[in-house]
């Protein structure tokens, strides 16, 4: 059974707060403005499976989130493990994606191989 409009609205207020992304940025994402994502979250408009394509996109979440009845987590515990991702795996990939630059993403992910290679020495 699928979702109401209301309860897609409301997963991705979810989403969005817990990924602390603003209306605004959402918005400038998909290509709306964000009173049209605040009519989303409301579930006023409907959407259709393009556009939560997008929204799933912009999100980091797959579309089937908006669809299926999976529950999600609440919004402090992280995202849900989506696509086979363990909650700690859902959240680094969270936060990986708030860091803005480009210079501080390759620099995490290079010590993030040094730690991996030096616990694998033991």
């Known amino acids: 059974m699928f979702k109401s409009e209301k309860a897609i609205g409301a997963l991705i207020r979810q989403l969005r707060k817990s990924s602390g992304m603003s209306q605004m940025q959402l918005a400038e994402k998909i290509g709306v403005s964000y009173q049209q994502v ?18 799933a996109g912009a999100l980091g979440v797959m579309v089937n989130v908006f669809l299926d009845d999976v529950e999600p987590l609440a919004v402090g515990e992280g995202r849900a493990a989506y696509g086979g991702l363990s909650n700690e795996e859902a959240k680094l990939l969270m936060l990986f994606r708030r860091l803005q630059s480009k210079k501080l993403k390759n620099g995490f992910v290079e ?11 033991k």
Not at 38 to 55: A, D, P
Not at 111 to 119: C, G, H
Request: no cysteine; proline share 0%.
């Open 38 to 55: 605040q009519k989303y979250e409301k579930g006023i408009n409907r959407l259709s499976i393009s556009r939560l394509k997008q929204i």
């Open 111 to 121: 010590m993030l191989e040094d730690v991996v290679k030096l616990s694998n020495r």
